[in-house]
């Protein structure tokens, strides 16, 4: 998926995204750029690969998010073989290692 995504239109998306200097400037520009339910569904993943790091089982997570078995798979291939853009984003901000929960 990370090769598809290479083109011109996108690489702006992505610099325009690094200007980005807080979170409110961060909520208000994705709040202009998402519908409220891909940004739910966004957060949703990104909870469900925190989860998943730490090592909750998945009806553990669908209990907590309320993701579908299949949101939760698919987050699990992504950390499993995908491009590293989630573990590169837990390890800046500090979580856990694998396998260790946040409290």
């Known amino acids: 998926m990370y090769k598809r995504n290479k083109n011109k239109r996108c690489e702006e998306l992505y610099d325009a995204i690094l200007t980005l200097q807080t979170r409110e400037e961060c909520m208000k520009f994705f709040s ?3 519908t409220v339910s891909e940004l739910a569904a966004m957060e949703q ?3 469900v690969a ?3 790091r730490q ?3 998945y009806n553990d997570i669908l209990e907590r998010t309320g993701a ?4 939760i798979s698919r987050v699990n291939r992504s950390l499993q073989y995908g491009a590293d853009g ?3 984003v837990f390890e800046r901000l500090g ?4 396998g260790e929960r946040k409290e």
């Open 55 to 57: 090592g909750m089982i």
């Open 32 to 34: 202009d750029l998402c």
């Open 95 to 98: 979580y856990p290692e694998e």
């Open 68 to 71: 579908s078995s299949a949101t």
């Open 50 to 52: 925190s989860f998943l």
């Open 45 to 47: 993943r990104y909870q």
């Open 86 to 88: 989630y573990e590169v």
